[in-house]
Nanobody
Framework: WQTVESGGGLVHSGESLRLACAAS????????IGWFRQAPGKTREGVAC????????NYADSVKGRFSISRYNARNMVYLQMSSLKFEDTGTYYC?????????????????WGPGTQVTVSS
């Protein structure tokens, strides 16, 4: 039972990327999914969370209006569309499983962390 992230890369400031989180061995239908990121020398921080039905979405203040989280339960996938990327968005991005986004910014609430995908934004 695992999640695997993909879609990272090197982009210029102002450009866009779409990250994908693929779940295997379990159905995401019954779980909320969150995205976190970690920059070198910094703690892992919550970026976004989407509830099991896709009806509730939460975002960190630093990404509101620029990032959008979505899910495609039939494909067992969750996406993070990132637009107007900034240098400070650079980091390793992780997805993980949570119960209901109730305490979505706490990494301790999550399980089944993926290995991460690197996003680098050049200024």
């Amino acid at each position: 039972w695992q999640t695997v992230e993909s879609g990272g890369g090197l982009v210029h400031s102002g450009e866009s990327l779409r990250l994908a989180c693929a779940a295997s061995g379990f159905s995401i239908n019954y779980h909320a999914i969150g995205w976190f990121r970690q920059a070198p020398g910094k703690t892992r921080e919550g970026v976004a969370c989407i509830d099991r039905h896709g009806e509730s979405r939460n975002y960190a203040d630093s990404v509101k209006g620029r990032f959008s989280i979505s899910r495609y339960n039939a494909r067992n996938m969750v996406y993070l569309q990132m637009s107007s990327l900034k240098f400070e968005d650079t980091g390793t991005y992780y997805c993980a499983v949570e119960e209901n986004c109730g305490n979505w910014e706490s990494r301790n609430s999550y399980t089944r962390w993926g290995p991460g995908t690197q996003v680098t934004v050049s200024s």
